[in-house]
């Protein structure tokens, strides 16, 4: 569980105010739940970190700009780029790196708890936030 | 579980590829998979039909228009409208009828398996489809 926001919100949420109320990178806010998931919004920029989530997959939605998402597949490398509208799942187990050259707005769909570097990962580099999600402050 | 669709999508989907795939309206579309959860897109327009969840909160997004659900809770009936780019979560247990004057297209989140008339529910109208999700035909 994440901070205070331990069931679904009261009232319905514009995910533009949900992203003006902060201008940190790589740091989900905690917008509302579903069961035990959290709904998470995000802006980004530049890269994130090489990291694997062993136990669930994860839910990304553009709002704004693109992101990229390299993958290391069992094939090899590849990467995706998730325009603005469009919805990818990287699945559990796949090591990731989110990135976006020009910047992003993404919504997120993943269990409350799931940290944003998963449970393994390359060193995290200072601009990254190691979290599980803040609690929103509307 | 829900069809084929028994995994994350493996490419990023445009929602509005999706949508553009059907016009069945109230009769969504499994768009991919989140662990045990389903990401589904409806059109909508009309009233859906009164009916409760017993087990399962239920997330909405609004991609295209407006949608208002009238939502039994104890303190009386209430409506909300969630706008476009606005999320919204029906907690488990309460009784909620969607509807939406001039039509909309929406984003849900849940389990997989969820009838879009839940666990009870007034009579269910023709214009009214009572599934689990359909598979997405891109």
Do not use: C, Q
């Not at 939605?61 to 090899?76: D, H, P, S, T, Y």
């Not at 050259?101 to 708890?113: C, K, N, R, V």
Request: aromatic share 6%; no cysteine; charged share 25%.
């Amino acid at each position: 569980m994440s901070d205070d926001t331990t069931g679904p919100a009261t009232d319905p949420i514009l995910l533009s105010d949900a992203l003006s109320t902060f201008d940190a990178l790589w740091s989900p806010r905690i917008v509302t739940r579903v069961n035990d998931y959290d709904v998470r919004a995000a802006k980004v920029r530049g890269e994130h970190v090489w990291h694997v989530h062993e136990d669930t997959d994860e839910f990304f939605l553009v709002l704004e700009g693109a992101l990229e998402i390299a993958l290391r597949e069992e094939g090899g490398e590849r990467a995706v780029t998730v325009e603005r509208g469009a919805v990818f799942v990287v699945p559990r187990g796949i090591w990731h790196r989110p990135s976006s050259a020009d910047g992003a707005s993404i919504m997120l769909f993943e269990p409350s708890g799931t940290s944003t570097v998963g449970d393994a990962h390359d060193e995290v580099p200072a601009h990254v936030d190691a979290t599980t999600g803040h609690a929103l402050a509307l």
